[in-house]
């Protein structure tokens, strides 16, 4: 019976194990902290002459080409989803060097896998849209390296709901056929955001969300008009 007892526990706690993994799992995670104080104050018309000098062009991403999407994790399994309506813009200098990107988030666009969760996902335990309906991301600071296959890493300051934080996040960026294209995946704590439904007592919602950016920036009017350039990584 001892023997049998072990054996029943042990067959339990693999297939918790099992049941717990998730796509979240081993991603990258993003640094979250308070914005410095320049990051929280509005951008100075001084800061025009410089980018000037640097022949910095603004130019804007090719949202029908690019994606945001995200992945939620609770006890019994993953949900996905994403935002349908965004639009951005990136600076970019001399040979295709990234130097800022901005976006603005519509989070009454938000879809996900199951329509009962997009619409409690719209509501006042999550995004509460009718409120917030918008998110926002400014990038402060874009360097070459980054941990594991990343190229960059990108610092800058996300506004969502009524919180503003500094987030540091890996990203990929590469040049293909006339566009560039920008691709990430990293953690975020929703908790951090004022996110803080738990879920069920039974099917409790983690705390970590997985973040997917696939986005394309034409350098371009020919890239415009082209196919969308062919994705490195899965997202």
């Known amino acids: 019976m001892h023997t049998k007892t072990w054996m029943i526990l042990l067959i339990a706690a693999l297939t918790l194990a099992v049941a717990c993994e998730s796509e ?21 018309e001084e800061a025009a002459p410089a980018e000037e000098a640097k022949e910095v062009r ?23 989803g994403g935002f349908q309506k965004w639009e951005g813009v990136g600076h970019v200098s001399g ?38 309906p918008t998110a926002t991301f400014e ?39 006339g566009t560039m294209v920008v691709d990430s995946e990293f953690t975020i704590k929703r908790f951090d955001f004022g996110i803080e439904y738990k879920g069920k007592a039974d099917d409790l ?16 009017a020919e890239a415009v008009a082209a196919e969308p350039a062919e994705e490195g990584s899965e997202g």
């Not at 619409?119 to 999550?126: A, C, N, P, R, V």
């Not at 360097?143 to 969502?160: K, R």
């Not at 987030?167 to 590469?174: D, E, H, L």
């Not at 983690?206 to 034409?218: A, F």
């Open 95 to 132: 040979d295709a060097t990234l130097e800022k990107v901005a976006f603005t988030v519509d989070t009454t666009s938000i879809t996900s896998d199951d329509e009962r969760l997009t619409g409690h996902l719209m509501s006042e335990d999550f995004f509460a849209v009718e409120k917030y």
């Open 24 to 44: 979240i799992d081993g991603k990258a995670a993003a640094e979250v902290a308070e914005p410095t104080a320049e990051e929280a104050a509005p951008a100075q």
């Open 139 to 177: 990038s402060t600071k874009i360097e070459e390296g980054a941990e594991g296959d990343a190229t960059h890493t990108v610092t800058g300051t996300m506004t969502m709901l009524e919180a503003t934080k500094q987030i540091t996040f890996p990203v990929t960026v590469k040049v293909e056929n």
């Open 58 to 80: 603004e130019l804007a991403f090719n949202t029908e080409a690019s994606k945001i999407e995200w992945v939620g994790a609770k006890v019994t399994g993953d949900h996905t």
């Open 205 to 220: 919602i983690r705390d970590e969300v997985l973040m997917k950016l696939h986005m394309e920036l034409p350098l371009s």
